[in-house]
């Protein structure tokens, strides 16, 4: 079992590593202004040539069919020492074309002819060049820097991490007390508590958590002045609280009967039964389960995004939209929950272990 959950964690750094490969160099602060610049050119290439109309149709060559081209162009960091010696090529291609358009000349066209092949095989050598192991280990090094180290991204990340456990930690708390309520309603003998109990648990759990947030979020909250931690806490407590329902009810279905009426013949009352009888044994035989449910909460946390809170998720996409890097930030942030679930798995599984050996004793 340990090595199956030893690969696991290689694949996860082996995609987190691939990822990188396909995001080198590609700085956000200086890129906009360089793509803008390229835009013109890029999409002329697209439509493979490029014709002056003022040189009486002498038509440009552009190579438009490298899609290759255009895609590495896109993830040239402009302040890299192969990023400054490109810009240097597109300026003289560029001047050739100025040169062009106020002197329309076969000889003029030749040169912008031969300033882009220049400038389009200067390009590829260099990324061939930066693009092999030693490219790979330097854009591993440039992506962790800039989406964690530079303007201590960590940081944030830490605080998105911090508000994640602080909505779970208050959901499950208040989503296992409703739980309980809420299951002890589904057991009642009285068919008016089942009922609600029982139509309360269909409705949360046919509907998307999203939409019970928004609700919650944007209709029951809407006038009051409450912390969006709270709001969010509220939504997913309800939401988890018809699973966990459920969850202890099927464990206390799972306790014989005969448990029950032994306890009653004893002298106990209902309430003695369940408490020291029913529930102990219900809780072993759920905590499976429960856990389950609870290493899920902590993922389906990542939608408070939608009601603007900073959370893991949120964080990282600000980070990608920052930095304009597509894998890491969100490969960052899903190792950050698999770890997080990982150790709540590690912990149920001991405690699951040391109630199989209290049972044999």
């Known amino acids: 079992m340990k090595k199956f959950h030893l690969i696991l964690l290689l694949i996860l750094c082996t995609c987190l590593f691939a990822g990188c490969k396909t995001v ?34 002498l038509v440009f060559n552009a190579g438009a069919s490298d899609e290759k081209f255009n895609r590495r162009l896109n993830q ?59 490219g790979f280990g330097r854009g591993f090094v440039y992506e962790f820097n800039r989406n964690l180290i530079a303007e201590n991204r960590w940081q944030a990340l830490l605080e998105g991490l911090l508000v994640t456990l602080e909505v779970t930690a208050l959901s499950i708390t208040f989503g296992t007390l409703l739980g309980i309520l809420f299951c002890l309603m589904r057991i009642s003998s009285i068919k008016v508590l089942s009922k609600v109990s029982g139509a309360y648990i269909d409705i949360i759990r046919g509907t998307p958590s999203v939409i019970q947030l928004l609700i919650i979020y944007y209709g029951v909250f809407a006038s009051v002045n409450v912390d969006k931690i709270v709001v969010a806490s509220i939504a997913f407590a309800v939401n988890s609280s018809a699973y966990i329902a459920e969850i202890i009810r099927a464990g206390i279905l799972s306790v014989n009967k005969g448990q029950i009426e032994a306890g009653r013949s004893l002298g106990f009352s209902y309430a003695q039964t369940m408490l020291y009888i029913v529930m102990p044994q219900a809780i072993k035989n759920a905590l499976p389960s429960y856990a389950n449910e609870f290493i899920t909460l902590i993922k389906e946390t ?54 199989r050996r209290s049972d044999a004793r």
């Open 24 to 57: 080198q160099r590609k700085d956000m602060d200086t890129l906009v202004s360089l793509q803008t610049q390229f835009a013109s050119d890029i999409a002329a290439r697209e439509s493979a040539v490029i014709e002056f109309e003022t040189t009486g149709g």
């Open 76 to 134: 040239l960091s402009p302040t890299s020492e192969e990023g400054k010696a490109v810009t240097a090529l597109y300026v003289a291609y560029i001047d050739a074309q100025n040169v062009l358009f106020e002197a329309p000349s076969e000889a003029n066209l030749a040169k912008v002819q031969a300033s882009y092949d220049t400038y389009h095989a200067e390009f590829t050598a260099l990324w061939d060049e930066n693009s092999g192991i030693v």
């Open 302 to 355: 990542a939608i408070v995004g939608y009601v603007a809170l900073n959370d893991l998720t949120k964080i990282s996409s600000m980070i990608q939209s920052r930095t304009f890097s597509p894998w890491f930030p969100l490969l960052s942030a899903a190792l950050v929950y698999f770890v997080i679930t990982k150790l709540l798995a590690v912990l149920f599984s001991a405690i699951e272990r040391r109630l």
